[in-house]
């Protein structure tokens, strides 16, 4: 076992891809691998993730994420998938694991079915989004395997459009930012968390440093819309492109002003959690921040790409601190963003997949099938 | 090849099935198949179909319809596509024909890019929105072919949840409106074109035969709001379970009144033609009309249909006179929607595909993959 890991570790992605191929060889075809008399069989354990830095937001630090990984299987072949529980969202490893305990696929037969699947799965209980995740992420995985495509290519998108994706730097000290610009050398963009009272000096000390573009994180963190809006006109002329969640999510109307003054986009996060909260973001917010693990995975995130791109908004998806199984999933989809900040799996040490990396600061898709993650 | 064709059409639907996955097994598996150096050729012959009745509109008659049938061919295997050209939305053998010698597909050696070459066909000219469809079936067609799955299974939707789809009644006699209801028994819904000065005795005529729940169609053809609502209260009480396109769309605040009024829900169809008009119709109608031939296509009835859902709107899922290619692509949206009126090949005397049928008044999809629709 260990032997094997090895091997695969050495050899890398391309001999995991080759296998994962060759163990689909022992299933006929994509027709008769789903038209049997097969059972959806899924299994859960949790997971905690190290991170490499202590990771400040406005309103919490922490140097652990707790994730449950999840698999599904089909006819032998396996789906991954994965909950990630930063807990100022509320979910933990106890919640996820009795909201799987729940969940019973052995109703379904066919792993196609996926808006029946998802949608039992979903009114099973309320909340629980990043385990209804977990589940999502291994089902698409799964039929993805079954078709042989990655989910890129099933939704038709051109994976050379990926954008740049951005390394996150939490509000710290002078020193560790200068570490963290440091780390961040592949990266194109950097993103920052702001909203304390060092947030002129975190993006002085950065542009002491380096003049890459930045994107602004705030986190709910600024109270008064004009402070925000003297805030984006400071950062506009600091070479920000964008404003993430400049203002409480409650304060709508607050929110909409400083969006409709800003020179800069503003992106709902925190505000915008589901497909329903997209159209109440529309004129809001510029755009919309994706994260699977606030949408239940992968089958919304696509609805809400499709609905915030006709509604004219500008995209990002996000992540949380995920192993690459999630952030693989999430990479599927962003050929057709305009920012990803997809840098989830970089921030931990303790990594259990290999699968969507970033090349010269770029999201890069590998042609792996389904969310194009291989155990390692 | 007449030997051929007589002994697929003694067999039937299955025998062609088979075949079509017999010749499948020539080409190794979907990822050998996509990743080679393979080109897409489009390839178009006009065709003219023959209507069973002649069809009334408020505004206009005829007895044929003009279309264009497409192939995609890619390393051997064919997409089928049609453009359908009713005379009143602008499009003619000329105009497709015309449109389609301008796409080279060439360019592409990959027909999972859709999102690219379908943005390419898009941009070659405005308008021309059958003559995109024809591309954008094919092309789906294909790239199901490739993966060995229906689209419906692509999108995750279940196949059992399609709506009983609707049997067109154009204006006309009493005579032959009888006999229309006679031949539409197999159906459990009736569609009506009102719009002219016989309304109240069409509906009379039907309710004198049959008590089956009625769409009512008027094709812009009331030009009084307060007669539309009038009409609308009557034909609520007439077991009239909506109202398609009441007043002209131009009219868009008379529209939004009687939507707003009506006791039965409204659908905009000839308002509502490609993605950016789902928005502009929220609250103008209860629902949209999506229809591959006005919208370029499954990829965008795909988002219309995901975006209107989005936004709480009744969704129906239309079509022209069609063969049973554009029928059957149409249908594989269906399982999403509320109402279907898929009576496009039937409607017609010399369809050339054999796809999706009708089943006890019901639209029923059939296994095979990409569109669902063989040669005849």
Redesign the interface.
């Known amino acids: 076992m260990s032997g094997r890991r090895d091997f695969i570790k050495k050899t890398g992605l391309i001999t995991g891809a080759s296998m994962v191929?060759g163990s689909d060889k022992l299933f006929a075809?994509?027709?008769e691998a789903?038209?049997g008399k097969g059972r959806l069989k899924l299994s859960f354990k949790p997971y905690t993730l190290n991170l490499r830095h202590a990771f400040n937001l406005s309103t919490s630090s922490r140097t652990t994420t707790p994730v449950v990984l999840t698999e599904i299987n089909y006819n032998g072949i396996v789906g991954y998938g994965e909950a990630s529980m930063p807990p100022y969202l509320g979910e933990s490893h106890e919640t996820v694991l009795k909201f799987l305990s729940k969940v019973d696929l052995s109703g379904f037969d066919d792993p196609?079915?996926?808006?029946?699947i998802?949608n039992y799965v979903d009114a099973i209980e309320d909340g629980n989004r990043a385990a209804k995740a977990s589940v999502d992420i291994a089902l698409h995985d799964l039929?993805g395997k079954i078709?042989?495509?990655p989910w890129y290519?099933?939704?038709?998108?051109?994976p050379s459009k990926t954008p740049d994706t951005s390394y996150t730097i939490g509000i710290d000290t002078p020193e560790v930012i200068r570490q963290k610009v440091k780390e961040a050398d592949p990266y194109k963009i950097l993103k920052v968390k702001l909203g304390r009272d060092t947030d002129k000096q975190m993006i002085e000390t950065i542009r002491e440093i380096t003049d890459k573009p930045i994107c602004v994180d705030v986190n709910q963190g600024w109270k008064d819309r004009q402070h925000a809006l003297d805030m984006a006109h400071w950062l506009h002329e600091k070479g920000v492109v964008f404003l993430e969640q400049p203002m409480p999510k409650e304060q709508v109307d607050d929110n909409a002003w400083v969006t409709e003054r800003s020179p800069i986009p503003t992106m709902g996060d925190e505000a915008v959690q589901r497909?329903?909260d997209?159209?109440k973001a529309y004129k809001v917010y510029s755009g919309i921040n994706i994260k699977l693990m606030k949408c239940t995975g992968m089958?919304e995130a696509h609805?809400m790409l499709?609905?915030g791109r006709?509604?004219g908004m500008k995209i990002m998806i996000g992540c949380m601190t995920e192993t690459s199984c999630a952030i693989s999933a999430a990479a599927q989809l962003a050929?057709?963003t305009d920012w990803a900040d997809l840098d989830g799996a970089l921030l931990i040490s303790n990594d259990v997949f290999k699968g969507t990396t970033v090349v010269d600061g770029k999201v890069t898709l590998n042609?792996l099938p389904g969310i194009g993650a291989v155990k390692i």
Not at 112 to 116: A, D, I, L
Not at 153 to 158: L, T
């Open positions: 191929l075809d994509a027709r789903s038209a196609f079915e996926m808006e029946n998802l039929v078709i042989k495509q290519r099933i939704w038709g998108y051109d497909l329903d997209v159209l089958r609805e499709t609905l006709a509604l050929p057709m042609t």
